[in-house]
C-alpha cells in the first residue's frame, strides 16, 4: 500500500470559480482533479488517490458539500476536506466544523488564504503518513524480535539436544528459576522474563565444539577454557537484540560467583544481579539432580546438601535457603529418573525422594 496521496479535489458547481481554484493550485505544483457536482465528485474519490477536498457548501440542485464531508469522513481512510461557503453561510460553516471539516474559506478569498489553508492540510498529512510509516515499522521491529526470541529458544532446544547428556536443560533451569523468581516474590512480567533468562542462558554454547559438549568424561583444562567462553558469547549473541536486553546480565553472569572467581568476569558477587543468581542456583540443581548417561542424579539429601554447602561461599545464602523452600514436592526439582526408569508406571505411593525432600529441607 502507498502512503502517498496526492491528487487535490476541487468540487464547485460555478464553472469560472471552480477554474480559477484549480489553476491557483495547479500553479503551486498540485495535481488537481475537478468536479462540478456531488456524482463527479464521488466518482473521482472511488477512481483515484486523493489527498484533500475543497468542496463548496452550496452546489445546486439541493447538493451540499457537507454531504460530501460526511462520505469522506466516514471512509476507512478519511480525506480531509476544506469547505469553502459565502459570507453570511455562518450556520454551515459551524456544522461544517462539527462534522469533522478541517477548515473553511469564505468566498471570495485571495489566493493566499488558499494556499495557506491547503499547504497546512497537506503538512499535517505528510505528518501523519509519516508518523503511520514509523509505526509501522516499529511493529515491523516487534514482530521480528518476536520471531528471532522464538528463533533462539528453539536453538537452546538444539543445543540441549546436540548433547546426549543435556537433553531438557534449559526447560528444566527456566522451570526452576520461575519457581524461585516466584518464591522471591516477583512480579509475573518479572518471573517471566526470568524464566527465559533460564530457558536461553546457556545459548553461547553453539558456539562451543560438540567433541566438547558431548565428552562422557571431566574436560581438560583447554577444553574447560573453551566452554568458559559460553556466557560471553551468548551474550555477544543477544546483544542486538533490544528487547532481550534485560536478559544479558543473566546469560552473561550465570556463572560468576560471590567470592569473585566466577567467570567470564570474575566480578565481586555484589555487582551480580539477582537475576543471574536465580539462574545460577536453578542450573546448578538441575546439574546435580539430572540424570546422565555416565552418572545417576545425586540422590535428594546429598543434592540438598551440597547446594547448601554453596551458600555464603559461591552463592547468597539467602537465595540457596529460598530455593530449597520453594522446591518442596516439585516433581520438576526432585532428581531425574533415567530414560529407561521413567517408563516405569509410577508407583502407587509418594517417591522415597519426594518424602525425603519434605523431612529434609
Ligand atoms: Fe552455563
Ligand atoms: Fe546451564
Not at 460530501?68 to 459565502?86: G, H, K
Not at 583444562?221 to 558469547?233: F, G, Q, S, T
Not at 555464603?312 to 532428581?335: C, K, N
Amino acid at each position: 500500500m502507498s502512503l502517498e496521496r496526492s491528487s487535490i479535489l476541487v468540487v464547485d458547481d460555478d464553472p469560472g470559480v471552480l477554474d480559477t481554484i484549480c489553476r491557483c493550485l495547479e500553479l503551486d505544483g498540485y495535481p488537481v482533479l475537478r468536479a462540478k457536482s456531488l456524482g463527479e465528485a464521488r466518482k473521482l474519490v472511488a477512481e483515484r488517490d486523493v489527498l484533500l477536498t475543497l468542496a463548496d457548501i452550496n452546489l445546486g440542485h439541493g447538493e451540499s458539500g457537507l454531504d460530501l464531508l460526511a462520505e469522506l469522513s466516514q471512509r476507512a481512510r478519511p480525506v480531509d476536506v476544506i469547505i469553502m461557503t459565502a459570507n453570511s453561510d455562518v450556520q454551515s460553516v459551524v456544522e461544517a466544523l462539527k462534522r469533522g471539516a478541517y477548515d473553511y474559506l469564505t468566498k471570495p478569498f485571495r489566493f493566499e488564504v488558499l494556499r495557506a489553508a491547503v499547504q497546512r492540510c497537506v503538512e499535517r498529512n505528510r505528518f501523519q503518513e509519516k508518523a503511520l510509516l514509523l509505526d509501522q515499522l516499529e511493529a515491523r521491529r516487534l514482530a521480528d524480535e518476536e520471531n528471532l526470541e522464538q528463533f533462539l529458544v528453539s536453538m537452546a532446544t538444539v543445543i540441549d539436544a546436540k548433547s546426549r547428556f543435556t537433553a531438557r536443560h534449559s526447560t528444566r533451569v527456566s522451570e526452576l528459576s520461575r519457581l524461585l523468581a516466584e518464591a522471591l516474590g516477583f512480579e509475573e512480567p518479572h518471573c517471566e522474563l526470568i524464566a527465559l533468562g533460564g530457558r536461553l542462558h546457556d545459548i553461547g554454547k553453539i558456539g562451543t565444539p560438540d567433541a566438547i559438549l558431548d565428552k562422557p568424561g571431566p574436560l581438560t583444562a583447554d577444553e574447560y577454557a573453551i566452554m568458559k567462553l559460553h556466557p560471553a558469547v551468548g551474550d555477544d549473541l543477544i546483544a542486538p537484540i533490544k528487547s532481550l536486553s534485560a536478559l544479558r546480565p543473566i546469560i552473561r553472569w550465570h556463572h560468576e560467583s560471590l567470592d569473585g572467581m566466577g567467570y567470564p568476569d570474575g566480578i565481586p558477587g555484589d555487582r551480580v544481579p539477582i537475576e543471574a543468581w536465580i539462574v545460577k542456583v536453578a542450573d546448578y540443581w538441575e546439574a546435580i539432580t539430572a540424570h546422565r548417561p555416565y552418572r545417576a542424579p545425586m540422590p535428594l539429601e546429598r543434592a540438598v546438601r551440597t547446594l547448601r554447602a554453596e551458600a555464603g561461599v559461591r552463592i547468597p545464602a539467602d537465595v540457596v535457603e529460598t530455593f530449597l523452600q520453594a522446591i518442596q514436592g516439585v516433581p520438576i526439582a526432585l532428581p531425574q529418573p533415567s530414560p529407561a526408569q521413567a517408563a516405569q508406571p509410577a508407583p502407587a505411593t509418594p517417591p522415597a525422594a519426594e518424602r525425603a525432600l519434605g523431612e529434609t529441607v
